[in-house]
Structure formats: structure tokens, C-alpha cells
């Protein structure tokens, strides 16, 4: 089970492989956070925000949860406006369940 619920049919080869990527990270956890943002984002990404996302894929699961959730601050180089957005995305100030 892929967990997406995005189409990749119209998508070039590039976010395609992205895409596939997000949701095939290692950790469950980090498939969720990424590939959940990816299906919502990744037809409207620039391709500025499409390096930056690769870059992000490409951070070990534990250091890119651990500033995610605040635990310890991104490095500048990864604290970009798309990381931003991505952490923004997973926020959650209220329990999911009531």
C-alpha cells in the first residue's frame, strides 16, 4: 500500500519520481508527512520548490522529523519558505481526536 491518493498520470517523469519518493522514504511516519504534502503540492510546485523538496527528501528520516516537530531547529540551508510550507502542512494545534 502506497498511501497516496494522488494520480501521478498527469505529472512529468521528474515529479513522478518525486512523488514516488515522498511516499517510499523508509520510516512510515515520514511516508505520511511527505507523501500526504506531495499529493497536495506537487502539480503546483515551481521547480525552484521541486529542488528544494528533492533536497528535503534526501535528509535522513530522523534529523527531518526531529525539525519538523521542533525538536531541534532546521539548519539555515534547509529552513526555506517550501519547509516552512511543508511543516505548516503537518501542524496541528488541537487534538485530531475530540
Known amino acids: 500500500m502506497s498511501g497516496t491518493t494522488r494520480t501521478s498520470a ?3 517523469p521528474r515529479r513522478r519520481r518525486t512523488l514516488f519518493r515522498a511516499w517510499h522514504r523508509g520510516i512510515r511516519e515520514m ?12 502539480g ?7 529542488d528544494l523538496f528533492e533536497a ?10 526531529r525539525w519538523l516537530v ?3 531547529p532546521a539548519p539555515a540551508n534547509y529552513d526555506t519558505p517550501l519547509f516552512r510550507r511543508l511543516k505548516a ?5 488541537a487534538p ?3
Open 44 to 50: 503546483v510546485m515551481s521547480d525552484a520548490d521541486l
Open 10 to 12: 498527469d505529472l512529468d
Open 96 to 98: 485530531i481526536h475530540s
Open 31 to 42: 511516508d505520511l508527512i511527505m507523501g500526504r504534502f506531495a499529493d497536495a503540492e506537487i
Open 70 to 72: 521542533g525538536e531541534e
Open 89 to 93: 502542512f503537518h501542524k496541528h494545534d
Open 56 to 65: 528535503l527528501i534526501e535528509v535522513p528520516d530522523r534529523d527531518l522529523f
